[in-house]
């Protein structure tokens, strides 16, 4: 790390790190974990993997220095208590993916924590924190459910002009816990059963904690964020097969690469 960078993570604060994953992530998992340790520029403190239990997820862990943690410890029920499908789509892993997520705060330890999917390589230097403010990537495109869903939730519509899904995002767990009361206290019910109980079950992709998390925090205090355009790129090709030089070209356009494979947590639904 050159001295540059070295004094930016040391005024930036430490962070830990989530990542939810499954077994078919491991094709693009070990990229991601190094993509963080050179282009995040906090100092991170622990990465944790969130996965059903798996023997090959656990010893790269052991590899990679990051902390296994069992998906059944993180939420009070599992993937099979959730029914998000329909005879052509089922969207139960995808969803209770996201409320992992969630609860990340239950897992994490430092005041601030990223999360990424498991299927995105950041490949320029990132930062999520400046001058108080905290750093959201934007994308210019979202689904009409995840807004629907969040004013259902809020009571008041989404106030950013941009989306938040770009495959990764910096929580503060305070406030991330602060939504998370007020989700419950106005239904009536835990946050997680509100949010179940909110989305149209008929429709697909009814709600994203990005979208959901940012929303709130940027309709609290516009001032308190910074957005920067995320200029993801995704690609059908392996992430193994990029070489160096690949991967410099697309640095020229891009700040992260997403290796899409979409059958773990968004499997079609059975006739």
């Keep these: 790390m050159s001295?540059?960078?070295?004094?930016?993570?040391?005024?930036?604060p430490?962070?830990?790190?989530?990542?939810?994953?499954?077994e078919k992530d491991l094709a693009t998992l070990p990229y991601?974990?190094?993509?963080?340790?050179?282009?995040?520029?906090?100092?991170?403190?622990?990465?944790?993997?969130?996965?059903?239990?798996?023997?090959?997820?656990?010893?790269?862990?052991?590899?990679?220095?990051?902390?296994f943690v069992n998906e059944t410890t993180v939420l009070p029920f599992t993937k099979k208590a959730i029914r998000y499908s329909s005879s052509r789509w089922n969207r139960s892993g995808w969803l209770y993916q996201q409320l992992l997520k969630m609860n990340g705060d239950q897992v994490c330890r430092e005041k601030y924590f990223l999360v990424i999917d498991a299927d995105t390589v950041l490949i320029r230097p990132?930062?999520?924190?400046?001058?108080?403010?905290s750093i959201f990537y934007c994308r210019s495109w979202s689904q009409p459910e995840y807004f629907r869903t969040y004013r259902k939730l809020l009571g008041a519509?989404?106030?950013?002009?941009?989306?938040?899904?770009?495959?990764y995002m910096l929580f503060d767990s305070a406030k991330l816990a602060s939504l998370k009361r007020k989700i419950a206290a106005r239904h009536g019910m835990s946050w997680h059963a509100a949010i179940l109980h909110s989305i149209n079950k008929k429709r697909q992709f009814g709600f994203s904690e990005f979208e959901?998390?940012?929303?709130?925090?940027y309709s609290a205090n516009r001032t308190s964020v910074?957005?920067?355009?995320?200029?993801?790129?995704?690609?059908?090709?392996?992430?193994?097969s990029l070489t160096e030089a690949q991967i410099r070209k697309y640095a020229g356009s891009y700040r992260s690469l997403s290796f899409h494979q979409r059958k773990g947590y968004s499997t079609p639904g059975k006739p």
């Design 32 to 67: 991601v974990i190094d993509s963080l340790r050179r282009y995040v520029q906090h100092s991170i403190s622990n990465i944790y993997i969130v996965s059903p239990e798996n023997s090959r997820i656990r010893q790269l862990c052991s590899r990679k220095a990051c902390v």
């Design 157 to 167: 519509p989404a106030p950013s002009p941009k989306s938040f899904v770009t495959h």
């Design 212 to 217: 959901t998390y940012a929303n709130y925090v």
């Design 126 to 133: 990132h930062r999520f924190r400046s001058g108080g403010k």
């Design 3 to 12: 001295v540059a960078a070295v004094s930016v993570a040391s005024s930036a």
């Design 226 to 240: 910074l957005l920067k355009n995320a200029n993801n790129k995704a690609l059908k090709t392996p992430a193994g």
């Design 14 to 22: 430490p962070i830990d790190v989530l990542i939810p994953a499954i």
